[in-house]
């Protein structure tokens, strides 16, 4: 099969022929920024990754269920004009990082809907390890306020998609985050892309989320099946705003006497 799914949009001519011209002012904004911005190959190697259905046809449900949620989260933005969103989760070990990646595999599959994957877990790094640890500053280099902001991100070999690191920092995760370098990111990404995902660091027990999801406009919430603690989640949802809340991601559950994975959405309307 392909290494991306291919999709076509049906709607009349008209609202057509405003989605046209609003998705080329969309791919003007984001090709005026990022000229000179530097491209990476993205590693094909991940087990759960897209990039890799070709050989591992039990990922087709996933695929279907990640084509899903994206594309209510997009009748989401649509309507509330939403451009960014926060993924998180109670505890580590839930899978956010990896809905991160998927879910900005779909988005870039939208012709004209520039998309940027941020790496804002300055403690692990996940994102940019499953990204092959490209060479940038990164989020952190911005956050201490010696990089451009379209110097450290970076184009993909995936159409539409572009990435920012997490970047190597001795600083405190919390404190650089509670600067305005973070604000001001943001607001730069929001017009230089249609949709800014950002892999966040767990809700609980750290100050950085408060901090990360401030300046952001929504968040989604990963649980992993019977890993995930209730009580956990009801405490990592009571830290969220119900304005910004998109809604719960139900990862990794059985699906049927396969060994595949099941990807269910849970969001408000």
């Known amino acids: 099969m392909s290494r991306f799914f291919n999709e076509t949009r049906n709607v009349p001519q008209g609202q057509a022929a405003a989605a046209t011209a609003a998705a080329n ?20 190697s991940e087990e759960k990754s897209f990039l890799v259905t070709q050989y591992n046809p039990e990922m087709q449900a996933a695929v ?8 209510r989260l ?23 990082t990896l809905t991160t990646f998927n879910l900005a595999l779909c988005y870039a ?13 300055l403690r ?29 991100v970076l184009r993909t070999d995936i159409p539409g998609l572009c990435v920012l690191p997490a970047g190597e920092t001795n600083s405190s995760a919390s404190e650089l985050f509670s600067g305005a370098n973070w604000k001001e990111f943001m607001g730069w990404a929001a017009e230089t ?4 995902i950002v892999d966040c660091p767990p809700v609980l027990n750290l100050a950085d989320f408060e901090l ?32 910004k809340l998109a ?9 049927g006497p396969r060994t595949g994975y099941k990807y269910s959405y849970y969001g408000k309307n």
Request: glycine share 8%; charged share 20%.
């Open 247 to 255: 809604g719960v991601v139900f990862n990794a559950a059985e699906d």
């Open 74 to 96: 997009v009748k989401r933005q649509t309507k509330s004009g939403v451009r960014s969103l926060v993924v998180s989760s109670a505890a580590p070990g839930e899978g956010k």
């Open 25 to 44: 002012v969309a791919t003007q904004v984001a090709e005026g920024p990022l000229e000179k911005c530097a491209t990476i190959q993205i590693p094909r």
């Open 64 to 71: 279907e269920a990640y084509r899903t949620l994206r594309t």
């Open 212 to 243: 990360i999801i401030a300046p952001c406009e929504s968040a989604m919430i990963v649980v992993r099946a019977r890993n995930t603690a209730p009580e956990s989640l009801t405490k990592a949802l009571a830290q969220i705003d119900s304005k």
């Open 124 to 152: 692990t790094r996940g994102l940019s390890r499953l990204l092959g640890d490209p060479e940038s500053p990164g989020l952190a280099g911005i956050l201490e306020g010696g990089c451009d902001h379209a110097a450290a």
């Open 109 to 121: 599959n939208i012709q004209n809907w520039p998309v940027l994957a941020v790496d804002a877990d």
């Open 193 to 196: 892309f249609r949709v800014v």
